[in-house]
């Protein structure tokens, strides 16, 4: 079975995952731009657009992705302005972008580092390193689901069986995908348990629901 594309990046603006898309299928690694299309805005607010594009890529060409992209916006950022928001950062809000790289981006990530280093402060790459796999250990932890989600999961099933049976399913199947490509479930062990029994219930009262109906439609 060929391998799926999986999310890279997200982007509000369709320039940034265009150039960043380029500059992948420069080093030939293979992209789907995902956009979501022109939502109409009632307020007008914004143009009449609300967008989200997507970067996809196979898992397996996550880390030269995140190679490429580190070592072309390292550039980048000695092109920015001195006027951009990060050169008021203070040197600890600085270090917080290094350890949660994921929350900032390519530019950001790179430029954080750069300044750091204009103020005296040289992160070592071991040191980099470290940080990476201390976040990918911490993204790398199933989320324990709220236990009103929980409950609502069995009275939908009991009330609503279509809607308990999305519930039941996102609580048992549903994944992310790290920044590594890696692909892990969403939800810890007895959340998913939880989710394949509200699954279950709903799934027989919608059977039984259908049998109701077609008996009293036969009568």
């Known amino acids: 079975m060929e391998e799926p594309f999986l999310t890279f990046q997200k982007f509000n603006d369709p320039e940034v995952a265009v150039e960043m898309a380029a500059k992948l299928k420069e080093h030939r690694i293979e992209v789907v731009l995902d956009d979501s299309g022109k939502l109409f805005d009632p307020s007008f607010a914004n143009n009449f657009l609300?967008?989200?594009?997507?970067?996809?890529?196979?898992?397996?060409?996550?880390?030269?992705?995140?190679?490429?992209?580190?070592?072309?916006?390292?550039?980048?950022?000695?092109?920015v302005e001195e006027d951009y928001y990060l050169y008021q950062f203070t040197d600890s809000e600085l270090m917080d972008i290094i350890r949660n790289p994921d929350e900032w981006g390519y530019l950001d990530y790179a430029l954080a580092q750069k300044i750091l280093q204009e103020h005296g402060i040289s992160i070592p790459s071991g040191e980099l390193k470290r940080f990476q796999d201390e976040k990918m250990r911490l993204l790398s932890r199933p989320e324990a689901s709220d236990k009103s989600w929980t409950w609502l999961g069995y009275l939908m099933a009991l009330l609503a069986a279509p809607l308990g049976m999305i519930i039941g399913f996102s609580m048992a199947f549903m994944q992310r995908t790290l920044p590594d490509g890696q692909r892990l479930f969403a939800y810890n062990e007895q959340d998913r348990r939880e989710g394949k029994r509200i699954l279950t219930l709903a799934s027989v009262c919608l059977a039984c629901w259908i049998l109701a109906w077609l008996w009293f439609w036969k009568r």
């Open 50 to 79: 609300e967008r989200e594009i997507r970067i996809k890529l196979r898992a397996a060409d996550f880390e030269e992705a995140d190679r490429v992209l580190k070592l072309f916006y390292r550039k980048q950022a000695d092109r």
